[in-house]
């Protein structure tokens, strides 16, 4: 049963920590995403890759955020320093092609606590 | 730029009951629309999409959504409820070319007995 898999699913960090959470798309999905999730703000879009490029990461905070896709395998969000703020569900999605059939596969989240 | 507007952000439904969850978009050409669902502690699962023909299309778990251009609207419906389907619903838009969806902020469905 494919899959995208996260890790951790938990995370309590105190603040100015550094987080790295991690993603693993399912297998031939070329198309990966990470979004945050907050009760204020919803669902955000923070980056996506094709291909293992960056196409877009217009939505994550530069100064303390990076993303990166070592392999195809594998995706990182990466948050140093932490922050109170940064408190939030970060799911990760994968998708098959360029089309845009619309059909993400969403990771099970990993729900990060900044103390 | 699109957007997605989900005026309802919390509805109780009796189980048996009809369904309908309300989505308006606002984008320039013909958008692709989506409706996810996302169950406690869990990722988003697709339910249904609308990419172009038929307005009313239907999806998993028997839901169905119709297309209205006039209304830009994407309601979601239900005729039964069931109480497994107690969960967030979220509208999303998208466009053809573009993978980045915008997705509404969500519909939390809770089911009484």
């Known amino acids: 049963d494919a899959r995208v898999t996260q890790t951790p699913r938990h995370k309590v960090t105190e603040m100015g920590q550094e987080v790295t959470m991690r993603c693993q798309p399912i297998?031939?999905?070329?198309?990966v995403f990470w979004y945050r999730q907050t009760m204020m703000q919803g669902l955000e879009l923070l980056a996506y890759?094709?291909?293992?490029?960056?196409?877009?990461d217009s939505g994550m905070p530069k100064d303390r955020f990076s993303a990166e896709m070592p392999d195809a395998t594998l995706a990182t969000l990466k948050i140093q320093p932490s922050e109170p703020r940064d408190s939030a569900v970060y799911f990760c999605?994968?998708?098959?092609?360029?089309?845009?059939?619309?059909?993400?596969?969403f990771g099970e989240g990993s729900r990060l606590t900044v103390l | 730029a699109q957007s997605v507007t989900q005026p309802d952000i919390h509805i109780t439904v009796s189980e048996g009951a009809s369904l309908e969850l309300r989505c308006n978009y606002s984008y320039g050409a013909t958008p692709y629309l989506f409706w996810y669902v996302q169950s406690p502690g869990q990722g988003l699962q697709l339910l249904l999409k609308y990419f172009s023909g038929d307005t009313l299309v239907q999806g998993i778990k028997g839901f169905e959504a119709e297309f209205k251009r006039s209304q830009s609207s994407f309601n979601l419906r239900k005729p039964s409820v069931h109480w497994s389907d107690a969960a967030e619903y979220f509208c999303a838009v998208g466009n053809f070319g573009n993978e980045k969806l915008t997705f509404g902020t969500g519909t939390r469905l809770t089911i009484i007995p």
């Open positions: 297998l031939g999905h070329n198309t």
């Open positions: 999605a994968s998708s098959r092609d360029r089309a845009n059939t619309g059909e993400l596969f």
């Open positions: 890759f094709r291909n293992r490029a960056p196409l877009d």
